[in-house]
């Protein structure tokens, strides 16, 4: 019988327990902070606490941390996707006022994974949502398929090829 011995080191035991993801503490703290704009104490105790909380409760359902292949993959992917963002507001607004909505052509579609991280789908997810005219609506059981239900759509190959070439390909390589 084997047994994982626990760290000796007190410091590090004590980060497991109380800060057991310290990226997602910085950003959830950052992210507080960029969204209440109140840079007086009481913000920062309540982005800390938040920071601090959420990785807490939310800890028995990571399997791991997930390991960054780099950060400047990182900065990159977060470049083009703000970029895609900013465009898809254009197209959906161009669309919401100038296309009558019998000639939108609205479609399901299966995007196939190669991503198996948890976290790199859940990633993935997150940006096919935000970007306006698609969303996430499902995952298979066995996570090899993520479903999309797009505003509209004239090639169902194009779109699946653009998440993979554009999205999941780069977080391929991020989450190693």
């Known amino acids: 019988m084997t047994s994982h011995a626990e760290p000796t080191s007190p410091n590090l035991s004590f980060r497991k327990r109380w800060v057991p993801h310290p990226l997602l503490t910085l950003v959830l703290v950052g992210l507080w902070m960029a969204l209440v704009n109140n840079y007086e104490t009481s913000g920062w105790i309540f982005g800390v606490l938040f920071g601090l909380a959420i990785p807490l409760v939310t800890k028995s359902i990571w399997d791991s941390t997930a390991k960054i292949g780099s950060f400047g993959s990182v900065l990159i992917f977060g470049l083009?996707?703000?970029?895609?963002?900013?465009?898809?507001?254009?197209?959906?607004?161009?669309?919401?006022?100038?296309?009558?909505?019998?000639?939108?052509?609205?479609?399901?579609?299966t995007v196939p994974l190669d991503l198996r991280s948890r976290e790199g789908i859940a990633v993935l997810a997150g940006t096919v949502t935000l970007t306006p005219g698609t969303v996430s609506c499902d995952l298979s059981a066995d996570g090899s398929s993520l479903l999309v239900h797009c505003l509209?759509?004239?090639?169902?190959?194009?779109?699946?090829?653009?998440?993979k070439r554009r999205y999941e390909s780069r977080l391929l390589r991020i989450f190693k």
């Open 152 to 163: 509209d759509v004239r090639d169902v190959d194009a779109v699946v090829a653009r998440i």
């Open 80 to 109: 083009i996707v703000a970029w895609d963002v900013a465009m898809a507001n254009i197209q959906v607004a161009f669309l919401v006022l100038f296309r009558p909505s019998q000639r939108l052509k609205p479609a399901w579609v």
